[in-house]
């Protein structure tokens, strides 16, 4: 079983920055993908980013691509989303999820971390 602990978000202002953490724990040698989700008030969850851990291939959702940069750190397995020209419609929760082998969905997920863009 993996354990996902997010930190990081909190109140910023539009146009800032701002950056979340997300460190895996327990099983974390089946990890192959961790990425990033949002969920809004009121709307569906809906992916942000998403790295491979060993291949370091990168996707992102078409409405943060150039703001948004996720990363990885693999000895404390961590990866962040560094979030830059944030904009009031960024404001969401902040979900990290990991696809563990063999399963092809995110299956383990964190408690979410809130991000709140003020115009």
């Known amino acids: 079983q993996v354990q996902l602990v997010e930190s990081g978000g909190g109140l910023v202002q539009a146009g800032g920055s701002t950056r979340l953490s997300c460190t895996a724990s327990?099983?974390?040698?089946?990890?192959?993908?961790m990425g990033w989700f949002r969920q809004a008030p009121g709307k569906d969850r809906e992916f942000v980013a998403a790295?491979?851990?060993?291949?370091?291939?990168?996707r992102y959702a078409d409405s943060v691509k150039g703001r948004f940069t996720i990363s990885r750190e693999n000895v404390q397995r961590t990866i962040y989303l560094q979030m830059m020209s944030l904009k009031p419609e960024d404001t969401a929760v902040y979900f990290c999820a990991a696809k563990i082998h063999p399963q092809a969905e995110f299956g383990s997920w964190g408690r979410g971390t809130q991000v709140t863009v003020s115009s």
């Open positions: 327990g099983r974390t040698d089946n990890i192959f993908v």
């Open positions: 790295i491979h851990w060993s291949a370091g291939n990168i």
